[in-house]
């Protein structure tokens, strides 16, 4: 049986997984939802200083504290900066790594320089707004609910580079899933999708909104089931 863990992206939390954990569970995996400190349910940890070190560290030291092995690690949208950074420190734990419509930052880069976002989007100077669900093409029925559930995040977790040893250059399997369901323009994740293919990645597109869990859950687990096998880009 496989391990896997799921990062949520910004303003959400481990509740966004509940649709997807259940089916990989009901097969025996084992499946871990952190969320990430200072958002949803650890909302009450929320400072100026949690950036995106911080982040990386929750996801390192459950994996460790855990004592997990043979790990799918899976990061949506800003989750791929954090996955991105603990695949870094830790790769003799990773068995895959997953971008779910995520950000796949270099050595030296932030998220910002990818995401930027106007000032009508931060409040008190550091607490950045929740996007709509609207804007992130999230289905109907599960719109209010997702604008309920999002909470605002620090803004250094965009600000703060992300800083690379050369770790995750060791990982061999990786994913690409790209949601093809936007709402209105061109995805901000297209790039990635086609840098993912020209390296060879396994690549693949889910007709979605953004919250591919929430809209094509099972789909979404099949892919990650499929993920545990070397792959080219299809």
Request: with cysteine; charged share 20%; net charge negative.
């Amino acid at each position: 049986m496989a391990t896997f863990v799921l990062v949520h992206g910004a303003w959400h939390g481990s509740w966004c997984w509940k649709r997807v954990r259940r089916p990989l569970q009901a097969q025996g995996h084992g499946v871990f939802t952190p969320t990430l400190t200072g958002v949803a349910d650890r909302s009450h940890l929320m400072s100026r200083e949690v950036n995106l070190e911080t982040h990386i560290l929750d996801v390192v030291n459950l994996i460790r504290w855990e004592e997990l092995s043979d790990v799918v690690l899976c990061g949506h949208s800003y989750g791929g900066a954090v996955v991105t950074g603990a695949a870094d420190r830790v790769p003799d734990r990773i068995r895959s790594l997953v971008y779910l419509d995520a950000f796949v930052p270099e050595n030296g880069e932030n998220v910002v320089q990818h995401a930027p976002f106007g000032d009508n989007q931060v409040l008190d100077g550091w607490k950045v707004l929740p996007i709509p669900a609207e804007a992130f093409g999230v289905n109907t029925a599960d719109r209010e609910w997702v604008n309920r559930q999002c909470t605002v995040q620090s803004i250094e977790c965009w600000q703060q580079p992300l800083k690379l040893t050369g770790g995750i250059d060791r990982i061999a399997n990786i994913t690409y899933i790209l949601a093809q369901g936007w709402s209105g323009g061109t995805s901000p994740f297209s790039g990635f999708y086609e840098k993912a293919k020209s390296r060879g990645w396994k690549a693949l597109a889910i007709a979605s909104g953004h919250d591919v869990m929430l809209d094509r859950p099972e789909e979404l687990a099949r892919a990650l089931l499929d993920s545990l096998d070397v792959g080219g880009s299809g």
